[in-house]
């Protein structure tokens, strides 16, 4: 790969490199230098922004903006949401931003999560029972996948049998099949259908939920509290992004960390034998391998230099999430997996104002799955040869296909 003053803001890099062997891509672009101009995944120039102290200051600047409508006009050419989907925190910044998100943070406490570890312990030991006597599973469909979307449906109070279809929408949008170009505005159609109806389900028999909760603010908020309300579009798009990313990001922090402990040994037995140390592990296993390698795209609001480089206002910005946990100057050998690192500051749920809603809850699932899945079987071990296991190919999540193992 080459640097941007070599190619210039006309020539965007390929960036194929980063998803066949994403940490040796981004090694060989932070070297080269700290903003890269490159094709983002709608087919547009980016900036892609690759070094530890860039990254985090700028995942705080306010001078970049998640909101679309600052793009520069043809800048900008993702995916286009309905209204009702598209209304949610990853594309606001304040005031809207802290409306929205002071009235569901909330269900986020360390409190609310606390009291949720029990029910969680029992999805994972229910779904671990299930597995124990064939002695071989795909972890990703058994247990890695079906635990977080049960956690998150049971939050939100969506019935089980309208939870069968959630997984093939969700890889619709994360991984879109080149063959089949109308399966993603297919699954948002869908996506649309099941939570219109399901709002409109709550609001006739509210249940003792998070999403029964989230309407009541909406309809029940005196016309002088109008700033405590959602609109409309606001709370469909809450409680798709909330089900949506709670079981994306969970689903392969799980799979990426299950699949670390199995290519280093001696720390799968260290973690069994030490379980108050998965904790600190899962810090480092976010660290190390984390199911987001890019932040949110940001649109700056006025021309500004990241990393010494002039970055016009409007343009795509790219924060590698990936590329800072694991630059050296941060984090001394980071593609060593090490526990006992200082780990206080890696960005693997961001910072600042944007800093992930659902991090306690992510991680008290992943601390659970792990350890349940390593107390039950100390013999885990791969079931297929390892070259064989593919990650999806995609900028913005870093997950296994599959990962079959056998005990």
Not at 9 to 24: F, H, M, Q, S
Not at 184 to 205: D, H, N, Q, S
Not at 234 to 248: D, K, N, R
Not at 276 to 298: K, Q, T
Request: charged share 25%; glycine share 8%.
């Amino acid at each position: 790969m080459q640097n941007t003053a070599e190619t210039g803001p006309d020539a965007p890099i390929d960036v194929t490199p980063l998803l066949d062997d994403p940490y040796a891509g981004y090694a060989a672009l932070r070297e080269a230098g700290p903003v890269h101009r490159i094709t983002g995944a709608d087919g547009q120039p980016a900036w892609l922004v690759t070094r530890y102290d860039d990254v985090r200051r700028a995942l705080a600047d306010p001078r970049l903006s998640l909101d679309k409508r600052h793009a520069a006009p043809g800048s900008y050419r993702g995916f286009s949401l309905p209204p009702a989907l598209d209304a949610n925190l990853m594309n606001m910044d304040p005031p809207d931003h802290t409306r929205v998100r002071r009235l569901v943070v909330k269900a986020f406490t360390p409190g609310r999560v606390r009291a949720l570890r029990a029910p969680v312990q029992r999805v994972a030991d229910a779904l671990l029972d299930a597995m124990e006597e064939n002695g071989r599973a795909e972890l990703i469909a058994d247990y890695a996948g079906p635990l977080p979307i049960t956690v998150i449906c049971d939050l939100l109070g969506i019935p089980q049998d309208d939870r069968r279809d959630f997984l093939a929408w969700s890889d619709a949008l994360v991984t879109p099949d080149p063959s089949r170009p109308q399966a993603m505005k297919e699954a948002v159609g869908a996506m649309l259908e099941f939570y219109t109806g399901l709002i409109a389900a709550k609001r006739a028999e509210p249940g003792d939920d998070l999403l029964s909760d989230l309407i009541a603010v909406r309809d029940d908020a005196e016309d002088g509290a109008a700033g405590d309300r959602l609109t409309e579009d606001e709370l469909t798009s809450l409680a798709f992004l909330i089900l949506f990313a709670g079981y994306e990001n969970t689903v392969h922090l799980i799979g990426n960390a299950v699949l670390t402990l199995l290519d280093h040994p001696e720390q799968f037995t260290e973690l069994r034998r030490n379980p108050a140390e998965l904790p600190a592990a899962v810090e480092e296993f976010l660290r190390f391998d984390g199911p987001a390698p890019l932040a949110i795209r940001r649109f700056p609001v006025e021309d500004l230099d990241i990393g010494g480089v002039r970055i016009p206002a409007g343009e795509s910005v790219l924060l590698s999430i990936a590329s800072a946990n694991r630059d050296p100057a941060r984090f001394p050998d980071p593609d060593r997996l090490d526990r006992g690192r200082e780990l206080s500051g890696h960005l693997a749920l961001g910072h600042g104002i944007h800093y992930c809603l659902g991090a306690p809850l992510a991680r008290m699932e992943a601390e659970i799955a792990l350890g349940a899945l390593i107390g039950r079987f100390p013999g885990l071990r791969l079931d297929v040869p390892r070259g064989e296991l593919r990650h999806r190919r995609a900028l913005r999540a870093r997950g296994l296909i599959s990962l079959p193992v056998a005990w």
